[in-house]
């Protein structure tokens, strides 16, 4: 019996031996909460520490506003910078959106303002416009070679042409003020001698002189300043100019027809070299190609024009075609590599000889800064179609300046 107590409690030592330990362990542990006492994994503590070393990286927000603006800053100045290589034209007034939504042009004139004294260069007062017209209609009226039907028709031509020149200096201010707009608004690239007429004027001439029995056509290229943006598309310049020379082409028993194929946003290059999707210019006979290039282009780079001049070349210096077209060029006054460009191939290489260079604005602006300009200055900066209507913009002519390139 004593052998079966002593086993047993040996049983009852050994099964609470386990239990004591872990009663002893317990109390040696030091007072701390129990979230603590637990071991932390080495993952989790490698990411608290890269968390602390991220906040500690991290610049203050006040250094990535500074960034942020600073960068803005530099973006907008390239704009502004490429915008003006794009567009280097002087503007000379600003200008301001009035009640009816139509951009109307700023005058706060301080004093009365005068014209300068125009002084025509010799070429002008020889053989602008108005100087041929004098010449040649006192020709005429001394030859006794003109009788019956024939001097009727003379008759009624140099009628028509005074009623042009009539009316083309009552708008803009009398003759020596349009004679002026006509010497600053326009270059021409002849040879001039004491003892003939410029080349230019001969080669014009010849045109119309050896032109056959056929419509006498006009096709014009460009931007959305061609276009007449802004305005209704029959009062665009090439429109204008048209509705001025169809009494004189129909008093010579010729029919005018003009084309305009501008499109807004179209360089001269490549689009220049597809003559026939623009004018059927391989395949027809144009007597005047004309583009513009004062606004997309007006960085006054070459390239483009002379791509233009070589095309218009290779496509109509054939048998066929005789002659290659007058060539009307629509520019800024600032583009003079083109201008120069243009003079080295008429003069040096006999080609283009009566290409005509449109450059307005330096004849425009003394006119705009009068207190009361003339009657074709006047709502310079009303646009033809609605209020509201597309293209009525600060870099789009408004109908007032189509009529003047209309007319010169």
Avoid at 206 to 223: E, V
Avoid at 237 to 256: A, C, D, G, T
Avoid at 306 to 320: D, G, L
Avoid at 324 to 345: C, F, G, S, W
Wanted: a neutral charge; one cysteine or more.
């Amino acid at each position: 019996m004593l052998r079966s107590t002593r086993s047993t409690n040996e049983t009852m030592t050994t099964s609470d031996e386990p239990r004591r330990r872990r009663r002893r362990q317990k109390q040696q542990l030091p007072l701390h909460d129990e979230e603590e006492s637990k071991p932390v994994p080495r993952k989790k503590k490698e990411r608290r520490r890269r968390r602390r070393e991220e906040e500690e990286a991290e610049e203050p927000f006040w250094k990535l506003v500074l960034q942020v603006g600073f960068c803005l800053l530099i973006i907008l100045l390239i704009v502004m910078g490429l915008f003006r290589y794009l567009y280097p034209h002087e503007i000379a007034e600003e200008r301001e959106n009035d009640d009816d939504g139509i951009m109307s042009q700023q005058q706060v004139p301080m004093q009365e303002q005068q014209l300068p004294v125009w002084e025509l260069s010799e070429k002008s007062l020889k053989y602008d416009a108005y100087a041929l017209f004098e010449t040649f209609k006192k020709a005429d009226a001394n030859s006794w070679l003109w009788f019956g039907e024939k001097k009727n028709k003379k008759k009624e031509f140099w009628n028509l042409a005074q009623g042009l020149l009539d009316q083309f200096k009552a708008l803009y201010g009398g003759e020596t003020e349009v004679r002026a707009l006509l010497e600053r608004g326009l270059s021409t690239f002849g040879n001039v001698s004491s003892a003939t007429p410029p080349s230019d004027l001969v080669a014009t001439a010849c045109r119309f002189r050896n032109h056959q029995d056929l419509p006498f056509k006009i096709a014009f290229g460009g931007y959305s300043v061609t276009v007449g943006r802004g305005n209704y598309f029959h009062q665009s310049y090439p429109f204008v100019m048209q509705k001025i020379l169809e009494p004189i082409f129909h008093s010579l028993r010729m029919e005018l027809e003009v084309r305009n194929a501008a499109i807004g946003g179209v360089p001269s290059f490549p689009y220049g070299w597809c003559f026939e999707n623009f004018w059927q210019l391989a395949s027809e006979r144009i007597d005047v190609v004309s583009w513009d290039y004062s606004m997309n282009e007006a960085g006054g780079i070459s390239e483009g024009i002379e791509a233009y001049v070589r095309q218009i070349y290779a496509t109509t210096n054939h048998e066929e075609k005789k002659t290659m077209p007058l060539i009307i060029v629509k520019d800024t006054h600032l583009a003079k590599e083109r201008r120069n460009l243009l003079q080295t191939y008429a003069t040096k290489y006999e080609i283009a000889t009566d290409t005509v260079l449109i450059h307005s604005d330096p004849a425009i602006l003394p006119f705009l800064s009068l207190d009361e300009p003339p009657i074709g200055f006047q709502n310079w900066r009303k646009f033809g179609a609605p209020p509201g209507a597309p293209g009525q913009e600060a870099h789009h002519p408004a109908m007032a300046e189509h009529t003047l390139l209309g007319w010169m």
